[in-house]
């Protein structure tokens, strides 16, 4: 089995709340590539996109996703926008398994519909803005991914397992030297 895993997707999709208990369940370490950016800037994301923009924090992600994928044994949940950049593409891919977490516009709503902390959202109509993203992200998304995992219905649990399923589906299919 790959050493690293890297999940992908829009906001609110569960990254860092399937990545925790994936990495518990997988003994690998958590890292939650938004919270590192926060660390090193001592600023929420919300403030570094009010006071720098959003190239800057573009910047400062870019820098965080080339260190982080340089560890190894994590579970790496990105920023719903980390795929944007061709860099980080490339290192996502090459350097751990990306897994592209799905969720519908309408869960998506569901679950950030009292969350300030998405500076993206914070729109007069968030519906048309991840319906936007969505179709910007949606080609991004599957270009990185590895696998793909739906996340309308199941639960975190089930998540988990259908995930450590697929891993384990997917070294059994790897070449033994
Ligand atoms: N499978 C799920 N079923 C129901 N609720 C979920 C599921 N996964 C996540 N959630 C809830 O949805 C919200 C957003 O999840 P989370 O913060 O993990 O998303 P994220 O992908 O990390 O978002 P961001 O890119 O903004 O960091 C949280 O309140 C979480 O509890
Ligand atoms: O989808 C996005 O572009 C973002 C998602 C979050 O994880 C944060 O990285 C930030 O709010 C931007
Ligand atoms: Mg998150």
């Known amino acids: 089995m790959v050493d690293n895993i890297f999940l992908v997707g829009l906001m609110g999709a569960g990254k860092t709340t399937i990545g925790r208990a994936l990495a518990r369940r997988l003994n690998k370490t958590f890292i939650d590539s938004d919270h590192e950016i926060e660390a090193r800037t001592g600023a929420s994301i919300p403030l570094i996109f009010e006071i720098e923009g959003e ?18 044994n994590i579970v790496l949940a990105t920023g719903g926008g980390a795929i944007l950049k061709p860099e980080n593409r490339e290192l996502l891919k090459a350097r751990g398994t990306v897994i592209y977490l799905r969720a519908s516009v309408a869960s998506i709503l569901a679950r950030t519909a ?33 696998f793909v995992v739906e996340t309308g219905r199941p639960n975190v649990q089930l998540l988990v397992n259908t995930i450590v399923a697929q891993l384990e589906a997917g070294s059994a299919n790897q070449p033994r030297d």
């Open 55 to 72: 190239a800057s924090f573009r910047h400062r992600e870019a820098e965080v996703i080339r260190d982080l994928t340089a560890r190894s």
């Open 114 to 146: 009292h969350d300030k902390n998405r500076p993206l959202l914070q729109t007069a109509d968030p519906r048309a803005r991840l319906e936007q993203l969505t179709r910007e992200r949606e080609p991004l998304y599957e270009e990185v991914a590895h």
